[in-house]
């Protein structure tokens, strides 16, 4: 069973940092693409970035861009999103999520999604 | 970017009706389309993939269809655990992007 655990989220003032991980398991991890989506309280879904499955490419929402670095860790099974120059309006449920299908980040659908880990930006 | 738009924004239906969801997207997306249902709490759920291709485990009641950038969602019979929140997602280019979002509640 494909499952994937997200963790590290937690109350950060304005401008500080975190770090969240997303550890999976139950398929060939360099294969797939992954991402990270965000969901502001009672809002809809942003996608904030992605990485190939090799690791080569990264991507990135306009939002987000310069302050979020995403990787991936092929020997932990795990992808990463470095949190930096944090904002009000970064304050969400953050999920990763793996490409149904594909190693790029484009061209299929995100299949499954973890259960989220919510950051709080909040002074 | 690609805009992602969604209609109704929310709607009110009966067990046992059919719904009809639209998306449409800024520009061509050819069939790089995808619908997930939320439930309250609850992480997203892929239902549909390239516009009409039905994700494993999801029950036939649901099929979409269109290309370029008009999209249909279609519940063919409203069952109780299908009221929640559907959303298109676009996965043609990066930045990749969703609808708002269609809310369904019960009459």
């Known amino acids: 069973e494909v499952q994937l655990l997200e963790s590290g989220g937690g109350l950060v003032h304005p401008g500080g940092s975190l770090r969240l991980s997303c550890v999976a398991s139950?398929?060939?991890?360099?294969?797939?693409?992954m991402s990270w989506v965000r969901q502001a309280p009672g809002k809809g879904l942003e996608w904030v970035s992605g990485?190939?499955?090799?690791?080569?490419?990264?991507y990135y929402a306009e939002s987000v861009k310069g302050r979020f670095t995403i990787s991936r860790d092929s020997s932990k099974n795990t992808v990463f999103l470095q949190m930096n120059s944090l904002r009000a309006e970064d304050t969400a449920v953050y999920y990763c999520?793996?490409?149904?299908?594909?190693?790029?980040?484009?061209?299929?659908?995100?299949?499954?999604w973890g259960q989220g880990t919510l950051v709080t930006v909040s002074s | 970017d690609i805009q992602m738009t969604q209609s109704p924004s929310s709607l009110s239906a009966s067990v046992g009706d059919r719904l009809t969801i639209t998306c449409r997207a800024s520009?061509?997306?050819?069939?790089?389309l995808n619908w997930y249902q939320q439930k309250p709490g609850k992480a997203p759920k892929l239902l549909i993939y390239?516009?009409?291709s039905l994700q494993s485990g999801v029950p036939s009641r649901f099929s979409g269809s269109g290309s370029g950038t008009d999209f249909t969602l279609t519940i063919s019979s409203l069952q109780p655990e299908d009221f929640a929140t559907y959303y298109c997602?676009?996965?043609?280019?990066?930045?990749?992007?969703f609808g708002p979002g269609t809310k369904v509640e019960i009459k």
């Open positions: 390239a516009a009409s």
């Open positions: 999520a793996k490409d149904l299908e594909r190693e790029t980040v484009a061209g299929s659908g995100l299949d499954p």
């Open positions: 520009q061509s997306i050819r069939s790089y």
């Open positions: 990485i190939r499955g090799s690791g080569g490419n990264t």
């Open positions: 997602q676009q996965s043609y280019s990066t930045p990749l992007t």
């Open positions: 139950g398929f060939t991890f360099d294969n797939y693409a």
